[in-house]
Protein backbone atom coordinates (compact mmCIF):
# COMPACT_ATOMS: atom_id res chain seq x y z
CA UNK A 1 0.00 0.00 0.00
CA UNK A 2 1.19 3.63 -0.98
CA UNK A 3 1.20 6.42 1.52
CA UNK A 4 0.78 9.84 -0.02
CA UNK A 5 3.68 12.19 1.35
CA UNK A 6 2.30 15.63 2.33
CA UNK A 7 5.09 18.17 2.13
CA UNK A 8 4.42 21.38 4.43
CA UNK A 9 6.70 24.64 4.95
CA UNK A 10 8.35 25.01 8.19
CA UNK A 11 8.38 28.40 9.52
CA UNK A 12 12.18 27.16 11.00
CA UNK A 13 14.77 24.10 11.07
CA UNK A 14 13.65 22.53 14.40
CA UNK A 15 17.54 22.00 14.78
CA UNK A 16 18.07 26.15 14.52
CA UNK A 17 15.43 26.53 17.47
CA UNK A 18 16.93 23.80 19.83
CA UNK A 19 20.39 26.06 19.11
CA UNK A 20 18.67 29.07 19.97
CA UNK A 21 17.56 27.45 22.96
CA UNK A 22 21.27 26.13 23.58
CA UNK A 23 22.17 29.32 23.45
CA UNK A 24 19.82 30.73 25.30
CA UNK A 25 20.60 29.00 28.55
CA UNK A 26 24.22 28.83 27.67
CA UNK A 27 24.48 25.25 27.52
CA UNK A 28 27.89 23.70 26.14
CA UNK A 29 26.85 22.27 22.54
CA UNK A 30 28.36 21.66 19.38
CA UNK A 31 26.40 21.75 15.59
CA UNK A 32 27.81 18.38 13.88
CA UNK A 33 25.50 19.47 10.54
CA UNK A 34 22.19 21.50 9.60
CA UNK A 35 20.12 18.30 11.16
CA UNK A 36 22.26 17.65 14.24
CA UNK A 37 22.95 19.04 17.25
CA UNK A 38 24.45 17.79 20.42
CA UNK A 39 24.37 19.42 24.07
CA UNK A 40 26.24 18.79 26.81
CA UNK A 41 24.86 18.72 30.27
CA UNK A 42 26.51 17.51 33.81
CA UNK A 43 23.79 15.40 36.01
CA UNK A 44 24.51 14.82 39.77
CA UNK A 45 25.95 10.87 38.51
CA UNK A 46 27.54 11.62 35.20
CA UNK A 47 28.04 13.88 32.18
CA UNK A 48 25.42 13.03 29.63
CA UNK A 49 25.74 13.88 25.83
CA UNK A 50 22.27 14.59 24.46
CA UNK A 51 21.82 14.93 20.75
CA UNK A 52 19.22 15.94 18.84
CA UNK A 53 18.81 14.84 15.05
CA UNK A 54 16.42 16.01 12.02
CA UNK A 55 15.06 13.31 10.07
CA UNK A 56 13.12 15.10 7.62
CA UNK A 57 12.17 12.08 5.41
CA UNK A 58 9.77 10.96 8.86
CA UNK A 59 9.63 14.61 9.79
CA UNK A 60 11.13 13.61 13.11
CA UNK A 61 13.15 15.18 15.53
CA UNK A 62 15.05 12.30 17.23
CA UNK A 63 16.60 12.84 20.63
CA UNK A 64 19.45 10.49 21.65
CA UNK A 65 20.50 10.92 25.56
CA UNK A 66 24.50 8.95 26.00
CA UNK A 67 26.07 8.83 29.19
CA UNK A 68 29.59 6.96 29.29
CA UNK A 69 28.89 3.18 30.96
CA UNK A 70 30.41 0.26 28.36
CA UNK A 71 29.04 -2.76 29.14
CA UNK A 72 31.15 -5.81 29.34
CA UNK A 73 29.74 -8.71 27.15
CA UNK A 74 29.62 -11.28 30.22
CA UNK A 75 26.75 -8.88 31.58
CA UNK A 76 25.23 -7.92 28.53
CA UNK A 77 22.29 -10.41 28.84
CA UNK A 78 21.71 -8.65 32.65
CA UNK A 79 21.64 -5.29 30.82
CA UNK A 80 19.14 -6.30 28.46
CA UNK A 81 16.64 -7.67 30.98
CA UNK A 82 17.42 -4.21 32.87
CA UNK A 83 16.19 -2.50 29.86
CA UNK A 84 13.20 -4.19 29.31
CA UNK A 85 12.61 -3.69 33.19
CA UNK A 86 13.53 -0.03 32.70
CA UNK A 87 11.10 0.52 29.69
CA UNK A 88 7.88 -0.90 31.08
CA UNK A 89 7.68 1.90 33.43
CA UNK A 90 8.36 4.95 31.02
CA UNK A 91 5.93 6.38 29.44
CA UNK A 92 7.94 8.77 27.29
CA UNK A 93 11.18 7.37 25.40
CA UNK A 94 13.04 4.06 26.41
CA UNK A 95 16.59 2.76 26.83
CA UNK A 96 18.20 1.00 24.13
CA UNK A 97 21.76 -0.16 23.52
CA UNK A 98 23.83 1.43 20.48
CA UNK A 99 25.42 -1.78 18.99
CA UNK A 100 28.36 -0.62 17.37
CA UNK A 101 29.87 0.63 20.56
CA UNK A 102 27.43 -1.15 23.45
CA UNK A 103 26.66 1.76 24.82
CA UNK A 104 23.50 2.39 26.57
CA UNK A 105 21.44 6.09 25.41
CA UNK A 106 18.04 6.75 26.47
CA UNK A 107 16.24 7.36 22.92
CA UNK A 108 12.78 9.73 21.88
CA UNK A 109 11.30 11.00 18.66
CA UNK A 110 9.08 13.98 18.47
CA UNK A 111 6.88 13.87 15.18
CA UNK A 112 6.26 16.85 13.52
CA UNK A 113 4.10 15.33 10.37
CA UNK A 114 2.83 18.04 8.26
CA UNK A 115 4.83 20.62 8.98
CA UNK A 116 4.29 21.03 12.68
CA UNK A 117 6.41 23.49 14.03
CA UNK A 118 8.78 23.09 17.36
CA UNK A 119 8.68 25.02 19.93
CA UNK A 120 11.15 25.76 23.12
CA UNK A 121 9.02 24.50 25.65
CA UNK A 122 8.62 20.68 24.01
CA UNK A 123 12.21 20.72 23.28
CA UNK A 124 12.84 21.72 27.09
CA UNK A 125 10.65 19.31 28.13
CA UNK A 126 12.09 16.33 25.73
CA UNK A 127 15.93 17.10 27.51
CA UNK A 128 14.78 17.74 30.27
CA UNK A 129 13.20 14.44 30.67
CA UNK A 130 16.19 12.40 28.99
CA UNK A 131 18.21 13.52 31.28
CA UNK A 132 16.17 12.95 34.49
CA UNK A 133 14.93 9.49 33.57
CA UNK A 134 18.64 8.63 32.80
CA UNK A 135 19.38 9.96 36.33
CA UNK A 136 17.12 7.60 37.74
CA UNK A 137 18.46 4.88 36.41
CA UNK A 138 21.66 5.53 36.21
CA UNK A 139 22.67 3.73 39.19
CA UNK A 140 20.70 0.51 38.27
CA UNK A 141 23.05 0.14 35.11
CA UNK A 142 26.18 0.78 37.28
CA UNK A 143 24.80 -1.76 39.71
CA UNK A 144 24.52 -4.51 36.93
CA UNK A 145 27.62 -3.46 34.98
CA UNK A 146 30.25 -3.29 38.00
CA UNK A 147 28.61 -4.49 41.06
CA UNK A 148 27.45 -7.69 39.65
CA UNK A 149 23.79 -7.91 40.69
CA UNK A 150 20.71 -9.20 38.61
CA UNK A 151 18.71 -6.37 36.83
CA UNK A 152 15.51 -6.68 39.49
CA UNK A 153 17.81 -6.33 42.66
CA UNK A 154 19.58 -3.62 41.11
CA UNK A 155 16.44 -1.81 40.22
CA UNK A 156 15.10 -2.10 43.54
CA UNK A 157 17.75 -0.35 44.68
CA UNK A 158 18.61 2.11 42.67
CA UNK A 159 14.52 3.29 43.00
CA UNK A 160 14.99 3.44 47.03
CA UNK A 161 13.75 7.05 48.17
CA UNK A 162 15.78 8.03 50.77
CA UNK A 163 13.53 10.13 53.72
CA UNK A 164 15.49 13.28 55.85
CA UNK A 165 19.18 13.79 55.52
CA UNK A 166 22.07 11.82 57.71
Not at 26 to 40: C, K, M, N, T
Not at 59 to 68: G, K, Q, S
Not at 107 to 136: K, M, P, S
Amino acid sequence: MAFPHFAADRSEHPVDLIERLAAQHQWAFDRDGEDELSISVTGEWTDYNVAFTWLADMEALHIACVFDLKIPPARGNEVLSLIALINEQLWLGHFDIWPQDGVIMFRHTIVLAGGADLNGRQCETVLTNAVVTCERYYQAFQFVVWAGRSSREALEQALIVTQGRA
